[in-house]
Structures are given as C-alpha cells and as structure tokens.
C-alpha cells in the first residue's frame, strides 16, 4: 500500500482505516510503501506503531518499505526501524 505525503498532526485516520480494511478482507501481510512520506512527526511514527499493533492483533504482519532517508532517521531514533522492517 503506497502511502504518500506527510505523516504528522493533524493525523488522518486513513492510514489505520485502510490497514483495517486490508485485514478484514483477509489480508495478513501488509507493506507500506513509504518513499511518497514528504515527513514525520510523533504523531505520524504513532500512527505507522498503531496500524503495526492492528495487523499483530490479528496475527498479521506490517512492514515498511522504500523509507526516505529523514524518515529512515526518525525510524531509527525512536528505535522502530527493525520492527517495522523485518524482512521486508
């Protein structure tokens, strides 16, 4: 799923609602094409943990892919980036 713009406040509730579609259509492996991302904040990394957390949830799996350098950076501060891109 290619996500594109930024990721920080206002947060839309898009990202979740699409993750959650994806997983009610029976989707279970869910990677997010994040090389569009502009920039993230706080609030966007809670996001991307959040649409994580509701694919686990269902024993699904969620990875990001084509991460920008910044965000690869605030990825890795926050120290998300492994789990957020494990095999991916």
């Known amino acids: 799923m290619r996500i594109e713009g930024p990721l920080r ?14 997983l009610e259509r029976g989707e279970r492996r869910i990677l997010l094409d994040l090389a569009r991302v502009s920039t993230v904040d706080a609030a966007g990394l809670g996001e991307l943990v959040g649409a994580y957390n509701v694919a686990a ?10 991460v920008p350098r ?9 120290r998300l980036s492994d789990l957020l891109t494990a095999g991916a």
């Not at 949830?57 to 084509?66: E, I, K, P, Q, T």
């Not at 910044?70 to 926050?78: F, G, H, K, P, S």
């Open 9 to 22: 406040v206002p947060v839309s509730a898009k990202l979740r609602e699409r993750v959650e579609a994806l």
């Open 57 to 66: 949830a269902v024993d699904g799996v969620l990875r990001v892919s084509h």
């Open 70 to 78: 910044r965000v690869r950076a605030l990825l890795d501060v926050a």
